[in-house]
């Protein structure tokens, strides 16, 4: 079992920025992917941005330029700076985590951002 441990959701105005947390512990094994998806009120699940081996980093093409992904392997923390927000990042930002190798696939309970003026 991994548990993930999330913080850094707020509201905040157009323009503006945020930096979002996850922590994991547990059973973690070297070479994970860990990251953020997100869910807006009546859209699916959409990938943010994801790490593996805390060097190879995917970004989904909306968020390039304005949010960073970034980890601590030491903290098996990564973080998500995220600047220029815009309304259209409003949406419930939840941790993923998954070890090499294996199938399960664990999730944070989420996390609000809310861009609005």
């Known amino acids: 079992q991994v548990q993930l441990r999330e913080s850094g959701g707020d509201l905040v105005q157009p323009g503006g920025s945020l930096r979002l947390s996850c922590a994991a512990s547990g059973n973690i094994f070297s070479g994970y992917t860990m990251g953020w998806y997100r869910q807006a009120p009546g859209k699916q699940r959409e990938l943010v941005a994801t790490?593996?081996?805390?060097?190879?980093?995917n970004y989904t093409d909306s968020i390039k330029g304005r949010f960073t992904l970034s980890g601590d392997s030491d903290k098996n923390t990564v973080y998500l700076q995220m600047n220029s927000l815009k309304p259209e990042d409003t949406a419930v930002y939840l941790c993923y985590f998954k070890n090499r190798g294996f199938v399960s696939e664990y999730w944070g309970q989420g996390t609000q951002v809310t861009v609005s003026s």
């Open positions: 790490i593996t081996s805390m060097v190879a980093i």
